[in-house]
């Protein structure tokens, strides 16, 4: 049977690791079940922030990718700072007061003279590029993800041009993104934003969202068709590890200086003071960066002891923890903007057995995911006596040898089932 086929232009690719390379580095991994031959569009030359090489086993050697190079700041901004510049593009920004002249030189940069992005130098080159590979392979659909919001606009002069029809895929929104307020953005740079997220999305043909709330917010900007298809979880080779002996609570991923639960601290530091055997087997584990200002918090509330700081590991690694571990952490920024935000790990997190306890905003889509799957407990930041009993209820089932969580309804978010989704959207005018 002909497969139908798609251009996929992404910035993300094996060997990047992280949480922006999942996504579609899955969706391309089935779509061929599906009638869709996926063709992926990507940088040679890339900066990525974090290196992951045990992705590239997902990639199937008969996928076409195609390759054009990219000039970066972030590669010249390291003649500046290496280290900083390298900690600014994994997303760890400095609270204000603690910025140093570099930091804040680079934010702005970064923020007025970037727009939408560090990547806006690859929109005319790959425009160029793919006119005529559309033209010459015969290609009808063309998929866009960001962020990097630049490469939307790539999909819009090529919709233009060359005629295709073209789906714009947000992994997470534009605007209201929490760190752009950390970007010293000026008023006209701030506009700017709004009219370039306005035009993408009243040009695309079909939008691709991961949240509801972020599809009700697109909603009041453009009429065009908005899909909500979530990230998920994938089959994996990785088994099951024993548990940890010790009282384990686990976070996978980068702990950012605003997600920053002094909540929490303060009733881990207050179960280590009132219970001697809680003492005794508490440990707390960090898988990924976490900044100083997370550090600082857990030394004031006298944690310090307690912390295992694995730093990133590759992704399989990561999947051994989270099996692993006696409780599950996710944390996110208390604020408006973040209810629309789902961590992709959620989903790692919800089959791998073990409670979560998540930290947020009030009227999240983390909040109802959890819910829904029954797969651990939802917090908000005011909850300190909730967010105590629980972990006191955790640590007794613990202790008893029966801690686990009752997962239901999970298969509406394997990666393969997304996948059809997204078939679905791609074939169903052609």
């Not at 040009?203 to 969202?209: E, L, R």
Request: positive net charge; hydrophobic residues 35%; contains cysteine.
């Amino acid at each position: 049977m002909t497969k139908t086929k798609v251009l996929i232009i992404a910035y993300y690719w094996p060997p990047a690791g992280g949480p922006g390379v999942q996504r579609w580095l899955k969706f391309v991994k089935y779509l061929p079940e599906f009638g869709v031959e996926p063709i992926v569009y990507v940088p040679s030359n890339p900066s990525y922030p974090i290196i992951d090489d045990t992705l590239l086993e997902d990639v199937s050697e008969d996928i076409t990718i195609i390759k054009q190079p990219i000039k970066e700041p972030y590669k010249f901004a390291g003649f500046l700072s290496k280290s900083k510049s390298q900690t600014i593009s994994k997303g760890i920004i400095p609270k204000k007061k603690q910025q140093t002249p570099i930091e804040k030189l680079m934010l702005f940069v970064r923020g007025n003279f970037f727009i939408p992005d560090a990547r806006k130098s690859w929109i005319r080159p790959s425009v160029q590029y793919l006119d005529t590979y559309i033209n010459d392979y015969n290609i009808k659909t063309i998929i866009t993800t960001g962020p990097p919001h630049s490469l939307h606009l790539i999909g819009m002069e090529l919709q233009k041009r060359a005629g295709v029809r073209w789906i714009a895929d947000f992994r997470d929104p534009w605007t209201t993104i929490g760190y752009h307020k950390q970007l010293k953005l000026t008023k006209f740079a701030k506009q700017k934003h709004k009219n370039l997220e306005k035009k993408v999305l009243q040009s695309a043909d079909q939008v691709i969202v991961t949240s509801q709330v972020t599809k009700k917010e697109f909603s009041n900007i453009t009429n065009k068709p908005i899909s909500v298809i979530t990230n998920g979880y994938d089959r994996n080779s990785v088994g099951t590890p024993p548990l940890d002996k010790k009282f384990t609570i686990a976070h996978i991923g980068s702990l950012l200086s605003k997600r920053n639960p002094e909540v929490l601290w303060q009733v881990l530091k207050e179960l280590v003071a009132e219970h001697a055997d809680f003492a005794k087997d508490f440990e707390l584990h960090f898988i990924g960066s976490v900044s100083e200002e997370v550090l600082d918090s857990l030394k004031n509330n006298r944690l310090s002891n307690y912390i295992n700081n694995h730093s990133y590991v590759a992704h399989n690694k990561a999947i051994e923890f989270q099996r692993k571990s006696q409780v599950l952490l996710l944390i996110e920024i208390d604020s408006e903007e973040t209810k629309c935000i789902i961590p992709g790990k959620l989903f790692e997190y919800m089959v791998s057995n073990r409670p979560i306890l998540a930290i947020g905003p009030q009227a999240s889509d983390i909040e109802n995911v959890i819910k829904d799957t029954n797969t651990g407990s939802y917090f908000n930041y005011q909850d300190h006596d909730a967010i105590k009993n629980t972990l006191l209820n955790f640590y007794k089932a613990y202790q008893d040898g029966s801690l686990q969580s009752h997962a239901i309804g999970l298969q509406k978010y394997n990666r393969k089932t997304l996948t059809e989704t997204l078939s679905k959207l791609i074939l169903w005018e052609l």
